[in-house]
């Protein structure tokens, strides 16, 4: 972590604490495979509104396919984490209902290996007349489990949705963020082989989503095989050894997560920069170009010169000024790993003064590690970060052999060093 000229480290920008994941060997058993998968739906412009009107008028209904999945191939792993990214309508949720097999292909053919828990859509499972404890036998029947298996996790579980006395409450009168909280305690502690996850998770508070991504890591861990639908490219980059890039119900990408990323924000016409954007600065751009041609660069090679260019907007004067500090973060590490110079650089007042500041930051070399990285433009005052633009995906590649150190030491531990060194 870098260090202010207080001596004091440096606040970093909120990362989940979540390590990295592994991805499996390329001959992990296959849990999930999908060959050929289409699914069709009927979509009505005009439709029959009585009983009458559908024996009478029959020829009047008007139905137009509409394909929310055209030939979708995928295979899933052991020890794959894989997330589902793509825009508004593109097949995610249907893809995932699909493969956890509470939607029928209309073409194509979905094995799976192995017991299935799913946390799809907000309630799906659940009786709304019967209680938090009710529901929790109820859906654990459904996927297989014993009442005595059920009635030794019930603790678990209850402890874990943080529900308390709720769980005796019928369930429709649970809030979103309850519903996500049993589901998800219930999904988890019935030690699935594969988790079905939709976009949910973006509902609740920050601690339980944090508590979430720390079992899901547990799972990662374990060698479970995990599915995910997110709209947070950070969250993929950050939880995935894989992800799946659909649109119009096609397979657009399949591989690395970064890259994924870059694809879809192609595909929406946006840029890279996640920044937020009601805060007291925002990071209005931000990109990273080659020093020669000044063009955006899309791949980064190791020991390369490049320049990053972005624009600040002040939203307040910040009286007490203001730092700036680039640097790259890595996958499950909340702490820069590679911080760049000039570290902690003051801004000129003039510049918070004329509320929009454009800068550039030569960066000499890159670091010759190779690897996935994201890079992170941050502003602090007072030594408080008040706004950061983060660029994920930036690969590093191309890196040179290096020597280090080292001591050879013969004889048995603890012996002095010998001669040769």
Known sequence: M???????????????????????????????????????????????????????????????????????????????????????????????????????????????????????????????????????????????????????????????????????????????????????????????????????????????????????????????????????????????????LLSHGHVLFDGRPGESTTRLNALLGIDRLESEKDGLVTIASMDVRDPSSGESLETFACGASVEVHAEIEWHQPLAAGADLSLHLTAPGIPDPVVVIEPDWTPVPREQLDAGRTTIRWVVEALPDLPGDYSLVLAVFSQEILVGHGRIGGIRLEGATARTVPGRLVYGEPGARPSATS
């Open 2 to 244: 870098s260090t202010s000229p207080t001596g004091q480290a440096n606040p970093v920008t909120p990362a989940t604490t979540v390590p990295a994941p592994v991805a499996p060997p390329d001959d992990a058993e296959v849990l999930v495979r999908a060959t050929g998968v289409s699914k069709r739906f009927a979509s009505y412009s005009r439709r029959a509104t009585s009983l009458k009107e559908r024996l009478v008028k029959r020829e009047q209904t008007e139905a137009a396919d509409f394909w929310a999945l055209q030939g979708i191939d995928l295979q899933v792993r052991r020890g794959e984490t894989v997330g589902l990214m793509g825009p508004n309508g593109s097949g995610k949720s249907t893809l995932l209902k699909v493969l956890s097999g509470i939607l029928r292909p209309t073409a194509g053919e979905v094995q799976v290996t192995g017991r299935v828990a799913s946390l799809l859509e907000l309630g799906a499972g659940f009786d709304g007349e019967l209680t938090g404890r009710e529901n929790i036998y109820l859906n654990a029947s459904l996927l297989g489990i014993s009442r005595a298996e059920t009635d030794r996790l019930f603790d678990e579980i209850v402890e874990f949705s943080e529900l308390g006395e709720f769980i005796e409450f019928p369930v429709k009168h649970y809030s979103s963020g309850m519903y996500v909280r049993l589901g998800f305690a219930v999904a988890v502690h019935i030690d699935p082989d594969i988790l079905i996850i939709d976009e949910v998770l973006a509902v609740g508070d920050a601690a339980f989503q944090q508590k979430c991504l720390t079992r899901i890591a547990d799972f990662q861990k374990a060698g479970k095989t995990i599915l995910f639908v997110s709209h947070s490219s950070s969250l993929v980059e950050e939880l995935c050894t894989r992800a799946v």
